[in-house]
């Protein structure tokens, strides 16, 4: 079945009457963009998604040792990524450094550890949530956080990602310290994007 999504804003009209899948248009529309969309677009973009398996497939792989990053798209405005993940397999504590995103849960449970900076510029943890598929979450700027598939899950996590813009270099943080530390996504991320 073919469903279409009307996003405002800066989402351009799809430009034919071709019946799209809710992904497909997402992805059209996003190679369409003119400008950065804001992080309440990202969310409502997720939100309103119709993901199938047969979206995810071209863009699902696990790997044994870390979570494995799928880039599906990747403009000068925003970035997509499929991420997909083993139980027990997290993220390093980052923030976005300079950009903000929206999460939907498409597989499996996720869990999201926010934490915060006291005056001394020390992290510690702040709240933890758990997501389910179907559920949008976001990080805005500069929100500290931590992702991950618990292992007691006992199950695979498949998220989809959208950054605004792209996502280049990461600041990690460790709970306790002051040190910030830098991860760069792009050295982790599989498919040449489009």
Not at 15 to 44: I, M, W, Y
Not at 121 to 139: C, H, I, M, N
Not at 158 to 181: F, I, M, Q, R, W
Request: charged letters at 20%; hydrophobic letters at 35%; aromatic letters at 8%.
């Amino acid at each position: 079945m073919s469903t279409s999504i009307e996003q405002p804003g800066v989402f351009p009209p799809a430009e034919d009457n071709a019946p799209l899948s809710s992904f497909d248009l997402l992805l059209k529309r996003l190679s369409q963009l003119t400008d950065a969309p804001s992080l309440e677009d990202l969310h409502d973009c997720l939100g309103g998604l119709t993901v199938t398996e047969e979206d995810l497939r071209p863009h699902k792989g696990f790997k044994a040792g870390t979570y494995a990053r799928h880039r599906v798209l990747r403009n000068q405005f925003v970035e997509l990524l499929v991420l997909c993940w083993r139980p027990g397999q997290r993220t390093p504590i980052h923030d976005h450094n300079g950009s903000y995103g929206a999460v939907r849960v498409c597989e499996g449970v996720m869990w999201e550890t926010m934490f915060d900076l006291d005056e001394t510029q020390t992290l510690f943890y702040k709240s933890a949530r758990e997501w389910k598929p179907g559920d949008v979450t976001g990080a805005d700027i500069p929100d500290i956080h931590q992702l991950g598939n618990p292992e007691v899950s006992g199950q695979n996590l498949v998220t989809l990602h959208l950054y605004a813009p792209p996502l280049n270099v990461l600041n990690t943080y460790k709970v306790g310290s002051s040190e910030v530390g830098y991860y760069k996504p792009d050295e982790f991320t599989d498919g040449a994007g489009i």
